[in-house]
């Protein structure tokens, strides 16, 4: 609060102003509040009401922010898993097969970034159905019999991903009646993710659609 000294009929006067009237403190507030929003709220007498409503705001994000780290954090072992698993799942039947390519390109481990492809995960972490790994190579001219070879290898990567998420379908109705309500119910939650992205990369990889494994089922099913 401070005094402004006016000039009247009766001689000097002072007029006491408060910085809810000031309008440059009524501007600063206005910018702030303009960045959330909250403009509206930036009236002469009201800037105690704005306050509070950037705090409240601020508040929010910073609940958005740790709600998007959570589902970040609960993602990324599903997704990782999922996508190794299922490549490796192509490259051990190549390789059982009698094809070393996927030995000799090192792609025969459980370390995700071996099969890392940014643009598929990425995808995969925003929508959660649909996405790739870095695609195993294998060269059916290392087969006996190429045409089965290639059938099996093209239905491991889907095969395996519904067989995960069967097996987290049983272990999510085994653990719910233990894990409810105790700090380990993130488990259950990341269950459910799993049962979900699984049967979606199952889904999704066998659309007949190139590059896509369900291509080459067609592929191989089809006579010669």
Same mark, same amino acid.
């Given at each position: 609060?401070?005094a402004?000294?006016?000039n009247g009929p009766?001689?000097?006067?002072?007029k006491?102003s408060?910085?809810c009237?000031d309008h440059?403190?009524?501007?600063i507030?206005?910018?702030?509040?303009?960045?959330?929003?909250? %403009?509206?709220l930036?009236?002469p007498?009201?800037?105690?009401?704005?306050n509070?409503?950037?705090?409240?705001a601020?508040?929010?994000a910073?609940?958005?922010l740790a /709600?998007?780290?959570?589902?970040?954090?609960?993602?990324?072992?599903?997704i990782?898993f999922?996508?190794?698993?299922? %490549?490796?799942c192509?490259?051990?039947?190549? /390789?059982l097969?009698?094809?070393p390519?996927?030995?000799l390109?090192?792609?025969l481990?459980?370390n995700?970034?071996?099969? $890392?492809?940014?643009?598929g995960?990425?995808?995969l972490?925003?929508t959660r159905s649909?996405?790739?790994?870095?695609p195993?190579?294998? /060269?059916?001219?290392?087969f006996d019999k190429?045409k089965t070879? $290639?059938?099996?290898v093209?239905?491991?990567?889907?095969g395996?991903n519904i067989t995960l998420?069967?097996?987290?379908?049983?272990s999510?109705?085994?653990?719910?009646p233990?894990l409810t309500?105790t700090y380990?119910?993130p488990?259950?939650?990341?269950l $459910?993710? $799993?049962?979900k992205?699984?049967?979606?990369?199952a889904?999704f990889?066998l659309?007949?659609?190139?590059?896509l494994?369900?291509s080459?089922?067609v592929k191989?099913l089809?006579p010669d």
């Amino acid at each position: 609060m401070h005094a402004d000294m006016q000039n009247g009929p009766r001689g000097n006067s002072w007029k006491v102003s408060h910085p809810c009237l000031d309008h440059r403190s009524i501007g600063i507030q206005q910018d702030k509040a303009r960045s959330y929003g909250l %403009e509206h709220l930036c009236l002469p007498g009201g800037i105690q009401a704005a306050n509070d409503d950037l705090l409240t705001a601020q508040s929010r994000a910073m609940n958005s922010l740790a /709600y998007f780290l959570v589902q970040i954090v609960l993602l990324t072992v599903p997704i990782l898993f999922s996508l190794t698993v299922h %490549e490796l799942c192509h490259g051990y039947s190549a /390789y059982l097969f009698g094809d070393p390519t996927p030995k000799l390109a090192r792609r025969l481990t459980l370390n995700p970034f071996r099969h $890392m492809d940014i643009v598929g995960i990425t995808l995969l972490f925003l929508t959660r159905s649909f996405g790739w790994a870095k695609p195993i190579p294998v /060269y059916p001219g290392n087969f006996d019999k190429p045409k089965t070879a $290639m059938l099996i290898v093209a239905l491991a990567g889907p095969g395996s991903n519904i067989t995960l998420a069967l097996l987290s379908a049983a272990s999510y109705q085994s653990l719910s009646p233990v894990l409810t309500h105790t700090y380990f119910h993130p488990m259950l939650l990341m269950l $459910m993710l $799993m049962i979900k992205i699984n049967l979606s990369l199952a889904i999704f990889n066998l659309i007949p659609m190139p590059p896509l494994d369900g291509s080459h089922i067609v592929k191989c099913l089809l006579p010669d």
